[in-house]
């Protein structure tokens, strides 16, 4: 028998990786309820080892080789920088800060009640003692971070579906938009102040010092330089911030993040941005995915696994209702309006994702709290289109008002 090349496996893997998620996307006609980016993160955790591995145990092995895991990796690593850097850039708090107590009111309440009802379904796991908390991962940190997951809205996917919805440059789009960039920054806060190091706070005080200059000056040559080249140099120093921040002992997505916050949406092109946010997400992303779904985990049993993220779900969701609701009330919103705001600003996947390996990575959850919190992405962002289809019908005149 022929043996095949490193290149030749790695090849195989990629054509799972895009072939099968895009047949299922296609055959099945599941956009309504699960667009393309779900499919994939699906198939992630159905080419994983919990599910492929254990059906196919010796395929699993031949296709997902340590070299070959090693190299899809490397890919998801860049691919997801690139994501949250351009999801940095098209963070835009101006108008947050010009409607700043509306603004503030309702991301608040959005960010800390599922916040907190995440913390105590958190707290319930761990009190099962059944291997939620990693090895490094402090009580107060494993809380906080499974609260901080429930508590996640998924900007980019959020604005994919908003423009399915057709609403996305419609008032209430950009409302919603508002809400979501606000928490969006605390969400990265938090996710800094769970990973403080004592061990290294010198270093990441001299890394926030040194950023804050370099930020400066980056933002100032990219106002002397041409689009074209805006492009390159970002993407060095989306490099230079990722490398800078893990050697803090921060994140490299910490890092990713902010080398796109300090810099203007306005320096670049809005369709070119858009187009290559597409192109990410076509080309690169599903690499990502299929390495999430590599790292899932059901060693302490499916049903518990799923009965995990069943709770982590009713948390999440019922914690994003319930603090949209009281800002609608504060605000005094029309009715329906918090309903429908709060089903879109519960929508999870990617960001949650993203902030769910970073914990996996510093060891504070374990593979298992990994796989439910990923369960529980699925699930909040798959039931968004179904559940705000028929709300958006009754409620037509809350789309176009101005506030």
């Given at each position: 028998m022929v043996?095949?090349?490193?290149t030749e496996v790695y090849l195989i893997a990629m054509i799972l990786i895009f072939a099968v998620p895009f047949l299922i996307w296609r055959l099945c006609r599941t956009e309504y309820y699960a667009p393309l980016v779900v499919v994939q993160i699906i198939c992630g955790i159905l080419l994983g080892p919990g599910i492929m591995g254990a059906i196919f145990p010796e395929y699993y092995s031949f296709v997902f080789r340590p070299e070959v895991i090693g190299a899809l990796n490397g890919v998801a690593w860049w691919a997801v920088?690139?994501?949250?850097?351009?999801?940095?850039?098209?963070?835009?708090?101006?108008?947050?800060?010009?409607?700043?107590?509306?603004?503030?009111?309702?991301?608040g309440l959005a960010l800390f009640v599922p916040l907190i009802s995440g913390g105590i379904a958190a707290i319930i796991l761990l009190q099962t003692g059944q291997g939620w908390a990693g090895p490094k991962g402090e009580y107060w940190q494993v809380v906080i971070g499974i609260g901080m997951a429930c508590a996640v809205t998924a900007l980019p996917i959020l604005i994919l579906l908003m423009e399915k919805l057709e609403i996305l440059r419609e008032p209430l789009g950009q409302r919603i938009l508002r809400y979501a960039s606000l928490d969006d920054v605390a969400i990265w806060g938090v996710l800094a102040l769970i990973l403080l190091d004592w061990e290294r706070i010198g270093r990441q005080g001299a890394f926030l010092v040194i950023f804050a200059v370099a930020a400066y000056l980056v933002r100032q040559l990219m106002l002397k330089i041409r689009e074209n080249d805006r492009w390159y140099v970002g993407l060095i120093w989306l490099a230079l911030c990722g490398f800078a921040a893990d050697w803090a002992g921060l994140h490299y997505m910490v890092g990713a993040f902010l080398s796109g916050a300090v810099l203007d949406a306005k320096l670049f092109d809005q369709k070119r941005m858009d187009d290559f946010r597409g192109t990410i997400l076509l080309a690169i992303m599903p690499v990502f995915f299929l390495s999430t779904g590599l790292r899932t985990n059901w060693d302490v049993g499916g049903t518990v696994v799923f009965g995990a993220a069943a709770l982590l779900l009713f948390a999440s969701v019922a914690g994003k209702l319930a603090g949209i609701h009281i800002a609608g009330r504060i605000l005094k919103w029309e009715k329906g309006e918090a309903s429908l705001i709060g089903w879109l600003l519960q929508t999870k996947a990617l960001i949650m994702i993203i902030f769910a390996n970073i914990l996996l990575d510093k060891g504070i959850i374990t593979n298992e709290t990994f796989t439910a919190l990923l369960l529980m992405?699925?699930?909040?962002?798959?039931?968004?289109?179904?559940?705000?289809?028929?709300?958006?019908?009754?409620?037509?005149?809350?789309?176009?008002?101005t506030d």
């Open positions: 043996q095949m090349t490193l920088m690139i994501f949250v850097w351009v999801a940095g850039i098209e963070l835009d708090l101006s108008e947050a800060w010009k409607k700043r107590k509306e603004t503030g009111v309702t991301a992405a699925v699930g909040s962002t798959m039931l968004t289109i179904p559940l705000v289809t028929p709300k958006l019908r009754h409620l037509k005149s809350i789309v176009s008002r």
